[in-house]
């Protein structure tokens, strides 16, 4: 995840669905819309009720660049 944060620090899991990640931290909407065009749709519309982890997996995205430029996003909301 992202780096020199420990699994305390986090503030996303390979578990949180794409909604709970927006919902929570509201400014990684701006993560997931940046990835639309590479996964092929729009991750907000489609995935929005699947894990991170599956969603990287389902449309060829780096969940490793992925997890860290989300949690740079959530890091900004605090």
Known sequence: MAKNLSKAERHINLEM???DVI????????VFKKY???AGACI???SLFEPIENVAAKHGLSL???????????????
């Open 36 to 38: 639309d065009e590479q």
């Open 44 to 46: 907000c519309c489609e």
């Open 17 to 19: 669905t794409v909604l």
């Open 64 to 78: 490793k660049l992925l997890l860290v430029e989300l949690e740079g996003s959530a890091n900004s909301d605090e």
């Open 23 to 30: 919902n929570r931290y509201r400014r990684t909407v701006t």
